[in-house]
């Protein structure tokens, strides 16, 4: 499917510095080499309940991670789905009464009009798991004909035990594994699995639900994981950069995709680094689609908010940390905003490579945005308070925010 338009990135003088960040999997802070191509798979949404700040937080670092390395001069291959088929969704689309393709397709729409809006860079392919049928059907089957998949009342399970890598993407003990498997998609509990912890690969065709050739599976609908396996090993092959999501999918989604892939081509590992942005609530819960608390990047909009400080109240938190979203939050980035576009549009001012460096570094240390604003921060200060001389000065500030943050003065 079609992504959505790309805003320009300014090319700032010098070179970026390369990009030191958290890897769920070994759990200590990496710094990656990628090649003049860096590859990112970021696990992209199921079409419903679309964009809240959540989902918002976790694309601004991800959108980080590519600014970064545009920063140092490489080119950027970045992948995302859309799982446009999933029993959420189709929960969801009963419940409302509505027709699942339409609500997805309306859903997507507008996340991609929100993310044009908060200037996020668009993928380069952009996924549905329903298009990657084709290709997820033979990969099912190479794994069942490979003896690491087993058939249950006609549903394909794949088999966590052949793997000798499981469990190196989150590093949880099996009663964690079990209970998270339980509460994100699992069915730990179904009987006759290998492993309780098996995930599913090809659900056979249910009565009233939407069904597509298996071929020699039968007909029926792909599993989670194996959905954006198949898309990453299309677009991206093994070993990858980055591959990125929300804590919450770190078990089991990025687990036993990982596993999946490793299994397929026996090569390890399927990505450079797993890494996780933080959880952002209302309220104090989690926001989520099954609590319901949620606040839409779309509302806000709506309301007159300017999408540049929705995207300030973003960066204000480290992406890794859990957060909770409030008025007051946003209310800092708009005034924040305003400073910023004051110190911007004087005529001449201070002095701003030293400044430039300060944002290069900040990001580059696990894409530490509130170190950067604050960077930003002090030179609008003393700049509204005094300013200088230099000519190039706001329009280097100017173009250094847009650049590394996204946020367009
Ligand atoms: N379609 C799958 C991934 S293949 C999925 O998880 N979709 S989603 O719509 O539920 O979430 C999309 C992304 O937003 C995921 O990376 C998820 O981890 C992230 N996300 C969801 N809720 C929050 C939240 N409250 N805070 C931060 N990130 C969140
Ligand atoms: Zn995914």
Not at 115 to 127: D, E, G, N, S, V
Not at 222 to 247: K, N, R, T, Y
Not at 325 to 354: C, F, H, I, N
Not at 375 to 400: F, H, I, K, M, Y
């Amino acid at each position: 499917m079609h992504a959505w338009p790309a805003s320009e990135v300014p090319a700032l003088p010098g070179k970026g510095r390369d990009l030191r960040i958290h890897d769920t999997a070994t759990g200590g802070r990496i710094t990656l080499d990628p090649g003049p191509v860096a590859r990112i798979y970021v696990c992209g949404i199921t079409p419903y309940d679309a964009t809240h700040m959540g989902h918002a937080a976790t694309y601004n670092a991800f959108d980080l991670v590519q600014r970064v390395w545009l920063d140092t001069k490489r080119q950027v291959h970045y992948v995302q789905n859309v799982t446009d088929v999933d029993d959420p969704l189709l929960e969801r689309a009963v419940r409302d009464g509505q027709d699942w393709t339409e609500l997805a397709e309306r859903e997507t729409a507008l996340f991609r009009e929100d993310m044009t809006a908060l200037r996020m860079l668009p993928p380069k392919h952009y996924i549905g798991a329903v298009e990657a049928i084709p290709g997820i059907v033979p990969l099912v089957e190479r794994l069942r004909d490979a003896g690491a998949a087993y058939e249950l009342d006609g549903d394909v399970y794949f088999s966590v035990e052949t793997d000798p890598h499981f469990g190196g993407v989150s590093n949880l003990d099996t009663e964690a594994m079990r209970l998270l498997s339980a509460e994100r998609g699992g069915d730990p509990e179904r009987p006759g699995k290998k492993n309780p912890l098996d995930p599913m690969l090809w659900m056979a065709a249910r009565e009233g639900e939407p069904s597509w050739d298996g071929a020699s599976l039968g007909p029926g609908r792909p599993g989670w994981h194996i959905e954006c396996v198949a898309i990453a090993l299309d677009h991206l092959g093994m070993g990858f950069d980055v591959q990125g999501g929300g804590s919450d999918l770190a078990f089991p989604h990025h687990e036993m995709g990982a596993s999946h892939a490793q299994v397929l081509t026996g090569e390890y590992p399927f990505a450079q680094a797993y890494v996780h942005a933080g959880m952002v609530a209302l309220d104090g819960e989690k926001m989520s689609k099954s609590k319901g608390n949620l606040v839409f990047v779309s509302k806000l909009r709506h309301d007159g908010v300017d999408p540049a400080a929705i995207r300030l109240a973003l960066l204000s938190h480290h992406y890794r940390s859990d957060w909770e979203w409030t008025d007051q939050v946003l209310a800092d980035a708009v005034e924040r905003l305003g400073r910023w576009r004051a110190a911007v549009s004087r005529p001449d001012g201070l002095p701003a490579e030293a400044l430039v460096e300060e944002v290069r570094e900040a990001l580059a240390d696990d894409l530490d945005a509130p170190a950067a604003l604050a960077a930003v921060d002090r030179w609008a200060e003393r700049q509204n308070t005094g300013g200088g001389t230099d000519e190039g000065a706001p329009g280097l500030v100017s173009r250094t925010v847009d650049a590394l943050l996204g946020v367009a003065l």
